[in-house]
């Protein structure tokens, strides 16, 4: 049951995905190795702006994982439910493995027991190949799933659509780990607003609330992930600026430094406690068993591990209990907090680094910082919070924000930041830089290298965005490499500083071009750079730029005129500089380039036409080159090809999923209507009367069968196949159901009826007595009508008594109803025929002002005589008595139980009742159109 309520969950999340209306929201998504968050900006009246969008299992964070199993993908927490028993099946860490050389990831997914079926693919990443043993999945397309699932869960949230969001990623993620994740994003059907670093987010949600206009500070936050740790020391301030003509102040944050250890996280912990209990297991065990050999074994281990290192943060010891951990056989053990921290020593030591790092770095003390933000899951640990303490000289580690939810909640803040649609109330300027520095490097023919040919680009912690540009003197074709600043600094797995390689064009044929021309100065290149919001650095565009001097024939103009311009030529050759000239056919750009000859038109009203000179000019012609982007051995980023395919097979993956959530939805109808119906017939007596004892028995053994059928072939049949067998039961069921419900509905429906009867004689005697223009014809109509209502419901009934309550009804409760309101309806006209207009003589003299104002208690504005007439009337009678009126929502208001098969599906699972306890209130919830 509880397997069928989880996938109820499922469904049902899935499903409403779909009507969503069309104002949108934007989210962001903090995606971790081993966890997904999300973030929704969205500005709804009376909604929480921003809030985390939980998933279908009511969860604030779901697991990064994707699982390939039975011709089926699961993301999420769907995924999770396998990880035990398929460890080769359920991918974990794809982001991680993003951008990575293959020897690297080979090693990686080793050391934490991970037994996927990697290839080496043709960037020299990794590929990995699913359980069909022949699809390869690349890092970017299975994170692509994981992103894909986040942007599902912000939508179902947010019941708008999403496609805009920011994503973070941790400091250390360097250009070719950037690229990728952008491009799973691509491949996702995201739109990346932009990466944030994950420091930023942090900082943001700290700042966002404060004030700093009476004081700035430095603060230090420390994030302990599973996988890697980041202490990021952030400056925040205010200053003054003039908005609207006022002086208002504008808090800010500045990144000063973050330093990072990309390979020390809580997953280190559980490692040291694996290595552990598998010692401790191999040795109960003794005959040479090793359990490290079994990678079922392992996921077990690991996943008990995790609860483990989990007590141990609230208690002194920590029981561990793995059953048929290796061959049938269990294991058992118990573990002191003070034998974990001893494994871990070294552990502990290496945590304090980052902020050793940049206290140092920074030449701040300790006491000078004001804060120290302790987030992510990996500081729950005590002994990393007393280690900080201690050598913090600090007994107190600051934890004003929530561990896990900070970084994604700040994020949204910079989506909703950039985004279009969305005004922040507060502001919080935020200035993040890059993480690393990056070089620039010139190679090629007959180029000397010196100082310029190879140099710093972006330092370190330069502000993003940015663009700049670079200007060579060369007339050959060269390469442009870009690298990084520090060998010492490289993003995990990278072993070359070189990240991207562009092979520049066109710059020996535009000079050839231009060699037999005065050439003023040496052909140089322009080489135009950005450093995108999201750190990626890149080669844009560049230009030869080519100077020449040359004779050109110019207007004569009048040297009066001239004359106020003392130095014309040189004037004019200092213009030539930036307005380039160029014959039409030299140029590929016409945008940048304009003739500078003057127009003799425009100058004739300034100038007198002295016939032409012939003069020295220096013009400039700048040609667009050709970049080309080359390999350069580390893992590239995808292909256009390769992005088109991906996306091809994602959204083939996509549509699978769709039919197998519908088949599973439709099964459960099924499943669901059968065991409610069950219920029913077994403990409503009153079905006993609207049915035959036979038709109750076939009823019965039809449910049998198909419940048989379910649970035999019925286990893997399609969707169509399950509403067969639905509609197949609804037919006998509906009309049962449809009885039952009428026992009750139907005389209710009568009985409303007749008490109308008796409250329509008051009614016409009301009419007789106050509202005498109304015509006894009139009137007449409206008796007849309840006349033949009467005896139509006097027929039915005598009919109805005659026939059992198991056969077809002789009427329904509807038919009774629509009647009664036809009735109702002619009554309510009747009772509107207005009093005949009195032939009133318009006074001689009217007051304008006098007139508007008694017509106003009218509240109508087009007030004439007759309208004025009406409101004099008494009013009791223009409304019939509300305990007479109906609607028919008194009769949709089922009692008890409809015949409706239950649509479970609508609520969440947590709210779900068994089909068991279907109360009268669920029942009109659910159902109540
Ligand atoms: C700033 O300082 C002034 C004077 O010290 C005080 O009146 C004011 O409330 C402070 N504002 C904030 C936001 O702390
Ligand atoms: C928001 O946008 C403004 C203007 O571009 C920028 O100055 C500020 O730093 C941004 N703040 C955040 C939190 O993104
Ligand atoms: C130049 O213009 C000035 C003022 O407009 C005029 O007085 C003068 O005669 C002109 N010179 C010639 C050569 O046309
Ligand atoms: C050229 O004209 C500008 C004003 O347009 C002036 O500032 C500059 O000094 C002039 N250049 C020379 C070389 O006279
Ligand atoms: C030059 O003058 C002609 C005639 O008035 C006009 O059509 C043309 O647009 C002008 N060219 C420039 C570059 O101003
Ligand atoms: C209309 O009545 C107002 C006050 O009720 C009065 O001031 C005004 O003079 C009257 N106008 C005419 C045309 O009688």
Redesign the pocket.
Known sequence: MSKLMFRLGLMVFMLLLHSVPSRSAVSSIDLGSEWIKVAVVNLKPGQAPISIAINEMSKRKSPALVAFHADDRLIGEEAAGLVARYPDKVYSQVRDLIGKPFSHVKKFLDSLYLPFNVVEDSRGGVGIRIDDGVTVYSPEELTAMILGYGLKLAEFHSKVPVKDAVITVPPYFGQAERKGLLQAAQLAGLNALSLVNEHSGAALQYGIDKDFSNGSRHVIFYDMGSSSTYAALVYFSAYNTKEYGKTVSVNQFQVKDVRWDPELGGQNMELRLVEHFADEFNKQVGNGIDVRKSPKAMAKLKKQVKRTKEILSANTAAPISVESLLDDRDFRSTITRQQFEEMCEDLWERSIIPVKELLKQSGLKADEIYAYELIGGGTRVPKLQAKLQEFLGRSVIDRHLDADEATVLGASLHAANLSDGIKLNRKLGMIDGSMYGFMMDLDGPELVKDETTTQLLVPRLKKLPIKMYRSITHNKDFDVSLLYENEDLLPPGVTSRTFAKYAVSGLADASEKYMSRNLSSPVKANLHFSLSRSGILSLDRADAVIEISEWVEVLKKNQTLENT???AP??LT?ESDSANSAEASDVPNPDDLTTNLVNSTENNQNSVDLGTEKKLKKRTFRIPLQISEKNVGSVAPLSEDSLYDGKLRLDALDSKDAERRRTAELKNDLEGYIYATREKLDYLDELQKVSSSEQRQSFIEKLDEVQDWLYTDGEDASATQFQERLDQLKAIGDPIFFRYKELTARPEASQSAKQYFSELQQIVSGWESKKPWISKEKIDQVLRQAENLKSWLNDKETEQQKISASDTPAFTSQEVINKLLDLQDKVASTNRIPKPKPKVEKPTVKNETDESKSSSSSKDDNSDSKKQETVEEPTEHDELPSSTSYSTKTFAQSPQLTTEEPKMSLHPPSHLPSPGQFTPSLATTLFTP
């Open positions: 311009n003392a130095s040189l004037n200092a």
